[in-house]
T-cell receptor, first 113, second 116 residues
């Protein structure tokens, strides 16, 4: 079974600081990995996805993620946090066979002025 | 471009009441899903439909039923609501995963349900 683990239910950074949100996956085969963002009182929207074409994936709003097979990780980063980045972030992996998305428990990003 | 539309946005039910959450997508997607979101639990799959006419149980199906009415619509029914079903419910859709396994899911805005 495929699953993802997000380390840290809350991450707090200052505006302008580096953002690092961690995601590790467990899979016996190369997975399909995604990061979604959820702003308050809204649905989830795609930030970026791993396509196997490149290990470093660039997404919207300046976010990027690096696929590291040796570490089974797909951490999300942004060089400089903005107040508008405050949201809930979910890592997801598709499940083998039916390829249904399985989500991590989410990380709430708090950005201080 | 509406995407995925859910109704209602908010609902309060009394224990034992029934209701149906509606979901429709206009992207011609084959696959549709119902998730519930609870604090600290992430999104958990209730039911999914790989294509029109098929439905399958997800991780937490107890207390729910679904209907894939046509390609566009996928409804979720609570027959006898319980306080444990207080949650935020999300409908999502995606292209045929069998053909496009790397495709992302598109989500509705959610239904906030409280059962008292």
């Amino acid at each position: 079974a495929q699953s993802v683990t997000q380390l840290g239910s809350h991450v707090s950074v200052s505006e302008g600081a580096l953002v690092l949100l961690r995601c590790n996956y467990s899979s016996s085969v190369p997975p399909y990995l995604f990061w979604y963002v959820q702003y308050p009182n809204q649905g989830l929207q795609l930030l970026l996805k791993y396509t196997s074409a490149a290990t470093l994936v660039k997404g919207i709003n300046g976010f990027e993620a690096e696929f590291k097979k040796s570490e089974t990780s797909f951490h999300l980063t942004k060089p400089s946090a903005h107040m508008s980045d405050a949201a809930e972030y979910f890592c997801a992996v598709t499940r083998g066979g039916s390829y249904i998305p399985t989500f991590g428990r989410g990380t709430s990003l708090i950005v201080h002025p | 471009n509406a995407g995925v539309t859910q109704t209602p946005k908010f609902q309060v039910l009394k224990t034992g009441q029934s209701m149906t959450l509606q979901c429709a997508q206009d992207m011609n997607h084959n696959s549709m899903y119902w998730y519930r979101q609870d604090p600290g639990m992430g999104l958990r799959l209730i039911y999914y439909s790989a294509s029109e006419g098929t439905t399958d149980k997800g991780e937490v199906p107890n207390g729910y039923n679904v209907s894939r009415l046509n390609k566009r619509e996928f409804s979720l029914r609570l027959e006898s609501a319980a306080p444990s079903q207080t949650s935020v419910y999300f409908c999502a859709s995606s292209q045929d995963r069998g053909r496009f396994p790397n495709t992302e899911a598109f989500f509705g805005q959610g239904t906030r349900l409280t059962v008292v």
